[in-house]
């Protein structure tokens, strides 16, 4: 019998290799009857950097560059054959400053554009960047100030990059930016937010990365600003990219300035690790993410393999860390069935500390479950 792990890493608790490793334990004496396939996958989020990287049989390299407040940290890309892997979780992340000092009007992607520099720098013609986790809100234009373009403000200085200074721009000057030509730039993203908006980078994202309520107005109208001015620079309406909202704003200024391509992180990595072809002759495709609900359907994992294994007639099963409102709609994109790894009630730390003895109960009933039914 054969089985596909396809699971999305459980934030904070399980990684994507523990998930793996538990199935392939729970049938080490048995592999006469099951043929473990385990894959890593990831929606553009945390992850998708050693995803790719470690399926591909590539690399990490590693590099100095700057964190959200422009400090230098030890950061890293992935390559493998021609490509980069960029993750921006990885140098312009949340997670990378403390609480206190989260703020997307001073934080900056600076970072990221310093990893893309030392990869086209190093050869590569073509760069997957993912934008999950960030903690900003300028617009790329951080990111895009590595590169060597100048955003000049009103009163005639360059911005430095970050979310305040997106209402002084008033034009781009880019005859100092890097060489670029024959570089294709694939984003990956898990949202379609658009720039502007009620659905828009400032008022949907920027909240979590510590702006005030005032703080997002404030960036909604300097956003608009920043807008206008790739509109009048580039010929493009930047509201229009989906996607363009994504990591604040990161998915509209590289897709105008760079012509990048913002695609389904998941959708991309299937087609990397060459899912479908994995699960033609499969029984069974495991999924998973840390909580199932009505949001699944919009770009996560489980979503993403739902929709190919039902193409092959695949049925799906999902063990997730928790089942929230709305879960249901995956059983009307395919899902076969989902179950929680909670067992009994307890305080989140509580679970997060036992993920992986939990997980292992609950794949062993699953496994259960397809046996009874192969009979």
């Known amino acids: 019998m054969k089985i596909v792990v396809a699971s999305d890493s459980f934030k904070g608790s399980l990684s994507g290799e523990q998930i793996n490793n538990i199935w392939l334990l729970l049938t080490e004496g048995e592999r006469d009857k099951y043929e ?72 900056t992607s600076y970072g990221t554009g310093e990893l893309i520099k030392k990869a086209i720098e190093s050869g590569k013609k073509k760069i997957y960047i993912t934008l999950g986790g960030s903690a900003t809100n300028d617009g790329a234009t951080g990111a895009l100030t590595a590169l060597g373009y100048k955003f000049v403000k009103k009163d005639g200085t360059v911005a430095k990059g970050i979310g305040k200074e997106l209402g002084e721009i008033v034009s781009v000057d880019d005859s100092g930016k890097i060489d670029t030509e024959g570089v294709e730039f694939v984003i990956l993203s898990d949202v379609t937010n658009t720039l ?44 229009s990219i989906v996607g363009g909202g994504a990591a604040g704003g990161m998915g509209a200024g590289l897709s105008v300035v760079l012509n990048a391509k913002i695609v389904s992180g998941v959708e991309e990595i299937l087609k990397i690790v060459d899912f479908d072809q994995i699960i033609k002759d499969a029984d069974y495709v495991i999924t998973g993410e840390g909580r199932i609900d009505g949001q699944s359907k919009d770009g996560k994992v489980v979503s993403g393999v739902v929709r190919h294994a039902k193409r092959r007639g695949v049925p799906v099963i999902a063990v997730v860390g928790s089942i929230a409102e709305g879960y249901e709609k995956m059983y009307d994109e395919g899902l076969t069935a989902v179950f929680s790894i909670v067992n009994a009630p307890s305080d989140l730390d509580g679970i997060l500390r036992r993920s992986e003895k939990l997980y292992g109960e609950t794949a062993k009933n699953v496994l259960r479950l397809i046996d009874s039914s192969a009979k």
């Not at 100095?64 to 890309?77: A, C, E, H, Q």
């Not at 009620?198 to 960036?219: P, R, V």
């Not at 909604?220 to 309406?237: F, H, P, Q, T």
């Open 36 to 107: 473990i396939v385990p894959l890593l996958i990831a929606d553009g989020g945390d992850g998708t950097l050693d995803a790719i990287v470690k399926q591909k049989g590539g690399k990490i390299i590693p590099a100095t560059v700057s964190d959200p407040l422009f400090n230098k940290i030890k950061s890293r890309y992935g390559e493998f054959g021609t490509s980069a892997v960029i993750s921006m979780c990885e140098c312009s992340g949340l997670t990378l400053i403390d609480e206190k000092s989260r703020n997307p009007l001073y934080t």
């Open 196 to 239: 502007l908006g009620i659905k828009g980078a400032a008022k949907t994202f920027a909240k979590q990365k510590g702006a005030s309520d005032s703080d997002i107005e404030f960036l909604e109208r300097s956003m608009k600003n920043y807008a206008d001015v790739l509109a009048k620079r580039y010929g493009i309406d930047v509201n």
